[in-house]
């Protein structure tokens, strides 16, 4: 809000006047009776401000180990700008890799045990026990009822029947009960892997954060912290701006608004350098200052040698930016 009470100040300061009729038509406008008003004069007075700008802050906790740049030097795009004492970090990824690895090794274990059933021998043995004492006992049974086999043979026969079923029955609860129970050891297996590789992987993204790189090419404005000092995570470190390419923003009457195509050229004039600039329209605000009844609006400056600086002021002629045609 400030910056724009400077703006505001600044262009009825620069304005003509005559600028705007008593009627509230801009100069330059014919009024209701067909006569025109005298045309537009005057400056609109321009800041230059960076395209983009961002602040690189602490991902994780450490010791700062290095600060590349310093305030107003430039920088690319990926250049390392802060380094974070990664020693205890990179200590930390090789504890899990390691702890990794032995889990994947007790999962495969796990899995190979688990293809190991009970001893098919032990129940084919129990079946065939089984086959043999039930037919001894239909055997059995035919001569009981002939008269030819005492009661105390076929009890007895019936007796090893039973037993060889009861037998059988527990070997085949075994063996569903070591299939349930190694299905679950496989199961717990597998999610300590995948518990393992979650923590890796978090703590290599802790590591990759002990290096900020610049997100853009430009210049750094303000630096927070120093070097050997211990930082938190979220702390402050570069304030940092895209000065590669920057915003000439101004405002002007709301009443000159349909003139203002996107993408219309503009003529600056630097004050503090001395010379002209070309500028093209990119921005039209949205909200028009009640008080003023002006609206703000940005002109795009190719600014690659770096000539330009952040706060530096500019004018536009008035009359010549009304004047262009549409594009």
Same mark, same amino acid.
């Given at each position: ?146 008269? %030819?086999? %005492? ?177």
């Amino acid at each position: 809000m400030e910056h724009r009470q400077v703006l505001a100040i600044a262009l009825f300061v620069c304005l003509d006047i005559g600028t705007v009729g008593v009627d509230g038509l801009p100069r330059g406008r014919a009024d209701e009776t067909g006569s025109p008003e005298p045309p537009l004069r005057g400056e609109l007075i321009v800041v230059f401000e960076p395209r983009r700008q961002a602040t690189l802050s602490a991902l994780v906790e450490g010791q700062i180990a290095e600060i590349a740049r310093e305030e107003g030097e430039s920088f690319e795009e990926g250049e390392v700008l802060v380094r974070i004492d990664d020693r205890a970090y990179r200590a930390t990824v090789l504890l899990l890799e390691a702890r990794l690895e032995a889990a994947r090794a007790s999962r495969a274990a796990t899995e190979a045990g688990a293809k190991i059933d009970v001893d098919e021998k032990r129940i084919e043995r129990a079946r065939a026990v089984l086959a043999g004492t039930e037919a001894t006992l239909v055997a059995k049974e035919g001569l009981a009822r002939t008269g %030819s086999l %005492s009661t105390v043979e076929l009890e007895e026969a019936k007796t090893a029947a039973a037993v060889a079923r009861a037998e059988l029955e527990l070997l085949e609860r075994e063996r569903e009960s070591h299939r349930i129970e190694t299905a679950h050891a496989v199961e717990a297996a597998r999610i300590e892997v995948q518990i393992e590789e979650a923590r890796l992987l978090e703590a290599r993204a802790h590591l990759e954060d002990c290096v900020l790189k610049a997100p853009f090419a430009g210049r750094v404005e303000k630096v927070h912290a120093h070097r050997l000092e211990v930082s938190t995570t979220g702390r402050q470190l570069l304030d940092l701006l895209d000065d590669r390419t920057l915003l000439a923003r101004c405002i002007v009457p709301i009443a000159h608004l349909d003139s203002l195509k996107m993408g219309r050229r503009a003529r600056i004039r630097v004050l503090e350098v001395g010379s002209p600039v070309d500028g093209r329209l990119v921005q039209i605000g949205a909200r028009v200052e009640a008080v003023s009844s002006t609206i703000g609006i940005a002109f795009e400056v190719a600014n690659p040698d770096g000539a330009l600086r952040v706060g530096m002021r500019g004018t536009i002629d008035l009359g010549e930016l009304a004047g262009q045609e549409g594009d």
